[in-house]
Nanobody
Framework: QVQLVESGGGLVQAGASLRLSCAAS????????MAWVRQAPAKERELVAA???????HYANSVKGRFTISRDNAKNTTYLQMNTLKPEDTAVYYC?????????????????????WGQGTQVTVSS
């Protein structure tokens, strides 16, 4: 199956920036829809950002204007640029892939609808 590996998390102060990367390997499809999903302690998983193979994007209201999702299909890599980080952004961030054919897919889904997940990378923002 497709394997996803996240990197780039860390401990930063409020107002700082981080860029997360998600590298795909195995039987990957460059047209897969990709997303970043986060889970904070005692909270449900939240769809943070999603990007279709076409480049169409979707963002959670809580990160709109601060986070940017992008993808480099030639490198099989998806990125999440996170600016002006807030303590409430603290969570484990997961990369997720949707394997539906592109011509049948939407830009984003609920977290439980994604097919393949990475191991997650911890982002901690201190106040």
């Amino acid at each position: 199956q497709v394997q996803l590996v996240e990197s780039g998390g860390g401990l930063v102060q409020a107002g700082a920036s981080l860029r997360l990367s998600c590298a795909a390997s195995g039987r990957s499809n460059s047209r897969d829809g990709m997303a970043w999903v986060r889970q904070a302690p005692a909270k449900e998983r939240e769809l943070v950002a999603a990007i279709a193979w076409s480049g169409a994007t979707h963002y959670a209201n809580s990160v709109k204007g601060r986070f940017t999702i992008s993808r480099d299909n030639a490198k099989n890599t998806t990125y999440l640029q996170m600016n002006t980080l807030k303590p409430e952004d603290t969570a484990v961030y997961y990369c997720a892939a949707d394997h539906r054919p592109a011509y049948f897919s939407r830009t984003y889904y609920f977290p439980n609808e994604y097919d393949t997940w990475g191991q997650g990378t911890q982002v901690t923002v201190s106040s």
